[in-house]
């Protein structure tokens, strides 16, 4: 009989794309949705929570860069009724179908907000994941671009309200139908490749700035590496729209606003956009929101295929360093805009709607190159075991610190070598260790470590400092939660 082949060991790695997240990143992460969600709250904005899974159908055609909508989803086809499923892209995608879907239920206008993890099936690089969070929220049933002022002004409070201080980011407004308006100037709004020639170009703008835009909307240019890329090849009257359009921001809303009028001639639809954009400037000026925090401005071109109306993007300004130590603008980390269209794929009726999303990952990284979190999440106060038939009393004296709202846990590991306790205790980053044998059991007291002092002391007191300031104490066992809670009040 042949020998059974022994089945190889599964290799312990995270999935290509993927990460996990330990003890302190969960903790920043679930502290600042927190936050986020008190100011949704605050405006009025109701918590959602929709499935997951979507079918294929439902997420529709919207993923960036993917002409099938399952080529860029992780998606699944069922075996009994052969539909195909998907993990969610995005969060508007299922807003869209849960307003379709309840539209007799909810009110009008629905204002909803959400937050959790989205996956997208593409080629995961540096910092780019295909599971990562996004925070939502979104307005349904309101054609008045006030809907769209609310979000900026919301959008705003919430960078403040999570550590962004004023001066450290701009949210930027700008309105798909001023370019729709370019587009008709030019004469290129009904030829579809044209036009997305034209869409790409704009969207390089910031990379190759308004001489690089002229070549690549005429004949072409060369890049940085030496290839040369085709233009879209219009006459130079054909461009002279858009650069106009690209660098129209003036010193102010009102002088921006007239260059874009001049930029849209005589288009109806550009027109309407830049109304719709002088009333939000209005709106945003009259609640207090100036140019330090929210502007006008037409660079600003976001998922143009997606949005039909003001799009808006949120910038941090501050400098970071990259990986080779260069400082550079930290930039976007929310953006969103009107996307009139995406409920009428379910209804077959034109629903009005407006919304943001927050990249969480990336507002986590900036507050953390802000020094607003990640200075190390402190861990539970750790009840040592001296004595294995004594671990009724190490329990109490956890549950007594648990009762007064203080972190704590009893070492539930091999208690044989006492260093190896308190090694766990500095890998738990605890604050204080307490101690008690069956000697001071007897005299009813026990041993409170200060484990932050005592490694400050280590690192930097002399002797004499040390004989003074002893980082461990003997105390009485019913003043326990009163010095541990002195300890923890100082080190806060």
């Given at each position: 009989m042949a020998k059974q082949k022994k089945q190889p060991r599964p290799k312990a790695e995270t999935p290509k794309g993927f990460r996990d997240y330990f003890g302190a990143e969960v903790t920043d992460r679930k502290a600042m949705l927190d936050t986020i969600a008190e100011v949704y709250h605050r405006y009025g904005f109701d918590p959602l929570e929709s499935s997951a899974v979507e079918t294929v159908e439902a997420l529709g055609k919207f993923l960036p860069d993917v002409d099938r909508p399952n080529a860029g989803v992780f998606a699944w086809q069922e075996e009994d009724d052969g539909k195909w499923l998907a993990l969610r892209y995005d969060m508007t995608a299922p807003l869209a179908r849960v307003a379709a879907q309840f539209r007799n239920d909810l009110p009008a206008p629905y204002r909803r907000f959400t937050m959790g993890p989205v996956w997208r099936n593409e080629k995961p690089g540096p910092g780019?994941?295909?599971?990562?969070?996004?925070?939502?929220?979104?307005?349904?049933?309101?054609?008045?671009?006030?809907?769209?002022?609310?979000?900026?002004?919301?959008?705003?409070?919430?960078?403040?309200?999570?550590?962004?201080?004023?001066?450290?980011?701009?949210?930027?407004?700008?309105?798909?139908?001023?370019?729709?308006?370019?587009?008709e100037t030019m004469g290129v709004g009904d030829d579809e490749d044209t036009r997305n020639a034209v869409l790409r170009t704009i969207d390089?703008?910031?990379?190759?700035?308004?001489?690089?835009?002229?070549?690549?909307?005429?004949?072409?240019?060369?890049?940085?590496?030496?290839?040369?890329?085709?233009?879209?090849?219009l006459t130079d009257e054909q461009a002279e729209p858009v650069i106009a359009f690209l660098t129209s921001k003036g010193t102010d809303a009102e002088h921006t606003l007239a260059n874009l009028r001049a930029a849209i001639a005589t288009?109806?639809?550009?027109?309407?956009?830049?109304?719709?954009?002088?009333?939000?400037?209005?709106l945003l000026d009259a609640?207090?929101?100036?140019?330090?925090?929210?502007?006008?401005d037409p660079s600003v071109v976001r998922g143009l295929g997606y949005y039909t109306g003001p799009v808006y993007e949120a910038e941090l300004t501050f400098e970071v360093l990259d990986d080779k130590g260069r400082p550079r603008q930290f930039g976007s980390v929310a953006g969103g805009g009107r996307y009139d269209d995406l409920?009428?794929?379910?209804?077959?009726?034109?629903?009005?709607?407006?919304?943001?999303?927050?990249?969480?990952?990336?507002?986590?990284?900036?507050?953390?190159a802000k020094g607003r979190i990640g200075g190390g999440a402190q861990g539970p106060v750790v009840v040592t075991v001296m004595d294995r038939d004594r671990m009724v009393d190490y329990q109490r004296m956890a549950t007594e610190l648990r009762q007064a709202g203080i972190r704590a846990e009893v070492y539930l590991g091999n208690p044989k070598n006492f260093g190896n306790q308190l090694k766990y205790a500095d890998k738990r980053e605890s604050p204080v260790a307490v101690i008690q044998?069956?000697?001071?059991?007897?005299?009813?007291?026990?041993?409170?470590?200060?484990?932050?002092?005592?490694?400050?002391?280590?690192?930097?007191?002399?002797?004499?400092?040390?004989?003074?300031?002893?980082?461990?104490?003997?105390?009485?066992?019913?003043?326990?939660?009163?010095?541990?809670?002195?300890?923890l009040d100082r080190g806060k």
């Open positions: 780019r994941f295909r599971q990562f969070y996004q925070c939502d929220a979104d307005t349904v049933g309101a054609p008045s671009v006030a809907a769209d002022a609310e979000i900026c002004a919301m959008l705003a409070d919430t960078l403040e309200a999570v550590g962004i201080p004023r001066g450290d980011y701009i949210v930027r407004v700008n309105n798909r139908k001023v370019l729709t308006g370019v587009l390089k703008f910031d990379k190759v700035g308004e001489a690089g835009v002229r070549e690549l909307l005429g004949k072409g240019r060369l890049d940085a590496s030496g290839a040369y890329i085709d233009g879209v090849g288009s109806s639809t550009g027109e309407q956009g830049v109304e719709e954009l002088e009333t939000i400037a209005s609640q207090g929101y100036g140019p330090d925090r929210i502007v006008i409920v009428k794929r379910f209804t077959g009726q034109a629903v009005p709607a407006t919304g943001v999303s927050i990249g969480v990952d990336r507002l986590l990284a900036a507050l953390r044998g069956s000697d001071e059991a007897a005299r009813g007291v026990v041993q409170i470590k200060d484990l932050v002092l005592g490694a400050q002391i280590a690192e930097e007191a002399s002797l004499e400092e040390w004989k003074s300031q002893p980082a461990q104490r003997e105390v009485p066992v019913k003043d326990l939660v009163k010095e541990v809670r002195a300890i």
